[in-house]
């Protein structure tokens, strides 16, 4: 089993959409959660960090980690084309290393 | 403000002959990393260093080398590059929610 799962889409929306993006993973050592944004041709930017089970908002942006069910959402709000990017879910604890799920490509269309 | 330069940002080579990959960070931090990014494979860690003449393998160091002399500067070094090698290559200083990715290196080996 991977350590993280993440449907690569693509996923395509109308502009105003709640877009829903997922990653299950499967080591129970994991305690934070990331999020990153990848612009096409850019690096990968921190979008959201949460630790532990929970929710985090921070404007139209709302991550959700269940640790139960090893189940972590990203939510964006009121979707603009300015969100169409990759996503990507990182889960990292237990070691030093980060590991990245493979990434949603997420076109918001106006 | 946060900065991971890399250079060069495009290389195109030929199977063989050594090449190296620069990266600097003006974070002061002591965590550096290297990843390739694939279609399909996502982000994959190289190599990764948590200080100064500290550096660990990450999950695909085959056919790589990295030094740590300076806590700013983190090379890539491909002794002998092949074309399994040809890839989207980042830079990260930071770890957890102060990471950040340089722009990207983008190699192509013949």
């Known amino acids: 089993q991977k350590e993280v799962e993440q449907d690569p889409g693509p996923l395509s929306v109308p502009e105003g959409a709640i877009v829903s993006l997922n990653c299950t993973y499967s080591?129970?050592?994991?305690?934070?959660f990331m999020w990153y944004r990848q612009y096409s041709r850019k690096g990968p930017e921190l979008l959201m960090y949460t630790y532990s089970s929970g929710n985090k908002e921070d404007g139209r942006f709302t991550a959700q980690v269940d640790k139960s069910s090893k189940y972590i959402s990203l939510f964006i709000r009121d979707s603009q084309p300015s969100d169409s990017a990759t996503y990507l879910c990182?889960?990292?604890?237990?070691?030093?290393?980060?590991?990245f799920g493979k990434g949603t490509k997420l076109t918001v269309n106006p | 403000e946060a900065q991971v330069t890399q250079n060069p940002r495009y290389l195109i080579t030929v199977t063989g002959k050594k090449l190296t990959v620069t990266c600097s960070q003006n974070?002061?931090?002591?965590?550096m990393s290297w990843y390739r990014q694939d279609p399909g494979l996502g982000l994959r860690q190289i190599y990764y260093s948590m200080n100064v003449e500290v550096t660990d393998k990450g999950d695909v160091p085959e056919g790589y080398k990295v030094s740590r002399k300076e806590k700013r500067n983190f090379p890539l070094i491909l002794e002998s590059p092949s074309p399994n090698q040809t890839s989207l290559y980042f830079c990260?200083?930071?770890?957890?929610?102060?990471?950040?990715f340089g722009p990207g290196t983008r190699l192509t080996v013949l």
């Open positions: 990260a200083g930071g770890f957890g929610d102060t990471q950040y």
């Open positions: 080591n129970s050592a994991f305690q934070y």
């Open positions: 990182a889960p990292q604890g237990g070691s030093e290393k980060l590991v």
């Open positions: 974070m002061n931090h002591e965590y």
